[in-house]
């Protein structure tokens, strides 16, 4: 008789051990599942107040781009609603806080707004990355690729005719001359106002033979400007004297 006892034991023990792990395994899923659903209701709560808080913003905001080498100040144009707004939206919900710099060439533009760079696991997709949609093109005549400007990177010409923008990579012109050829095939929304120095530390930075650069240059936070930051209309309780 025991001799049948014991691998009856043994079958319930890996019974109760497989369920112990099923239960387990369920268990980190549906905490997974939670979590991935609140990261989505964060997300969804940043972008309408961002959204709220874009309805109040003056036509050509200045927003601050902090960099782990510095601070660049760019102005975005009103002439480019488009391009503008989805800037707004993405700095405004902290879409690009923690955002790589991740194609720099000395000489020409650095290139950053791959979501993908945040990840370290995704390094050979970094420059592939967006927020799920593209923009169309904005181009303007009067805005050109001059020194810190800021321009929306896009695929080829091949591949994407009519020229439509990343939802959210950018570059910005560290080499007007160099630059010059992409005037009127790019849609530049805006220009630098403070920073052209900082351009420069970044465009000098080592990189690899796919020009990422070898040490981090990290986008802490893009930020509006203090000086562009809406002030609240006081009440004409408030205002009144004692």
């Known amino acids: 008789m025991r001799k049948y006892l014991f691998p009856a034991i043994c079958a319930m023990a890996l019974g109760i051990i497989a369920a112990s792990c099923g239960n387990n395994s369920k268990k980190a899923e549906s905490e997974a599942e939670q979590a991935a659903r609140e990261d989505s209701l964060r997300q969804a709560e940043k972008m309408a107040e961002a959204e709220a808080l874009m309805q109040k913003l003056e036509e050509e905001p200045i927003f601050d781009i902090q960099t782990n080498l510095g601070m660049i100040k760019v102005k975005l144009y009103s002439k480019t609603p488009k391009h503008k707004a989805n800037f707004e939206k993405l700095a405004l919900s902290g879409f690009y806080d923690g955002i790589l710099f991740h194609r720099v060439i000395d000489g020409f533009m650095i290139q950053g707004g791959d ?128």
């Open 115 to 242: 979501p993908n760079t945040k990840d370290t696991t995704l390094v050979e997709k970094y420059g592939q990355g967006g927020p799920g949609y593209t923009i169309p093109a904005e181009i303007i005549p009067d805005y050109r690729h001059k020194k810190g400007a800021l321009a929306a990177a896009r695929r080829g010409d091949a591949a994407n005719p009519e020229r439509e923008s990343s939802g959210s990579q950018f570059y910005l012109v560290q080499s007007e001359e160099t630059c010059a050829q992409l005037d009127g095939a790019y849609t530049v929304f805006g220009e630098t106002v403070e920073g052209l120095d900082v351009i420069d530390r970044i465009a000098k930075v080592a990189t690899d033979r796919r020009d990422r650069p070898i040490s981090d240059v990290r986008i802490i936070s893009i930020k509006l400007d203090p000086i562009c930051v809406p002030q609240e209309k006081e009440t004409a309780d408030s205002s009144k004297t004692e």
